[in-house]
């Protein structure tokens, strides 16, 4: 079975939503299934088939959460260090053409948040920046164009 890297935040975060799932959610639709069973007839029962509906949902969300944490490969960004791009580096670039500068932290899949500075490490920016070094010149083909960037800090924080 494959390993997957995730940062010690992006697990504490993927057990947060588990017990939340096993402890909250789980029992509420059940809760919920039971009282539309209450009312009838289950063949028409709009409120039975969306529960039901929802709860195959937190199911599949449970066994695909407690696989990813069986798989997990925690990687404790603190430990780290050097002046290469690798999993976990919070990284400084800018956008040669616009000379906007962007941060991104490299994480694993199930942790990326584009919005919130994290980047999947199998986002093509982020396989174009691992094994790169301050200074140096990236091009990334992207569905606007190619894009270029220059790497300007790498920190492991």
Do not use: C, W
Not at 36 to 52: F, I, K, P, Q
Request: net charge negative; glycine share 8%; aromatic share 4%.
């Amino acid at each position: 079975m494959k390993k997957i890297p995730i940062t010690k935040q992006g697990l504490i975060a993927i057990k947060a939503e588990l017990d939340n799932l096993k402890g909250t959610e789980r029992p509420l639709i059940i809760e919920a299934i039971q009282e539309a069973r209450a009312h009838g007839d289950l063949s028409e029962n709009a409120e039975y088939h969306a529960a039901r509906e929802k709860q195959g949902y937190i199911e599949a969300r449970i066994r695909d959460l407690e696989a990813k944490i069986g798989r997990a490969e925690v990687v404790d960004v603190a430990s780290l260090s050097g002046d290469k791009v690798v999993f976990g580096a919070t990284v400084t670039i800018v956008d040669e053409d616009t000379d906007e500068e962007i941060v991104y932290q490299i994480v694993g899949e199930e942790e990326s948040d584009i919005k919130n500075g994290k980047l999947s490490i199998q986002a093509p920016l982020s396989r174009a920046l691992v094994g790169k070094s301050v200074g140096d010149s990236i091009e990334v083909k992207t569905p606007s164009g190619t894009k270029f960037y220059e790497v300007l800090k790498v920190e492991f924080i």
